[in-house]
C-alpha cells in the first residue's frame, strides 16, 4: 500500500513540473489549459487509483474481520464448560 501511495507523490511531483514548464512555454491560452488539464491528470490518477487501492483492501479486512468473529463466536460455542474436566461415560443400562 506504501508502494500506491509513492506513485502518487511522483505524480504529484511530475504534474507540478509539467504545469512549470508549460506555464513557461506555452504560447496562448488554449496551450496554458491544455498544460495544466495534463498537469492534474498526473495528480489526480494516481491519487483515485490509490484510495480505490485503500477502498478494496478496507473492504476485504472488514469481511475477514466478520467472518473470524463469526469462527470465534462457534468455537466458544463448542467448547465444554467450565468446571467440566472429567465426563463419566453412562452406566451400562443392562446392570
Avoid at 24 to 43: D, E, I, L
Avoid at 45 to 70: D, H, I, M, S
Wanted: hydrophobic content about 55%.
Amino acid at each position: 500500500m506504501i508502494l500506491v501511495w509513492i506513485l502518487v507523490i511522483v505524480g504529484t511531483l511530475i504534474g507540478a513540473g509539467d504545469l512549470l514548464i508549460v506555464l513557461t512555454t506555452s504560447s496562448s491560452a488554449p496551450q496554458q489549459a491544455a498544460g495544466a488539464a495534463m498537469a492534474v491528470a498526473w495528480a489526480a490518477l494516481p491519487y483515485v487509483f490509490a484510495r480505490a487501492c485503500q477502498a478494496l483492501v478496507g473492504a476485504e479486512l472488514k469481511e475477514l474481520k466478520r467472518v473470524n468473529e463469526t469462527w470465534q463466536s462457534h468455537i466458544r460455542s463448542l467448547a465444554p464448560p467450565k468446571g467440566a474436566d472429567s465426563v463419566k461415560p453412562a452406566e451400562d443400562a443392562r446392570g
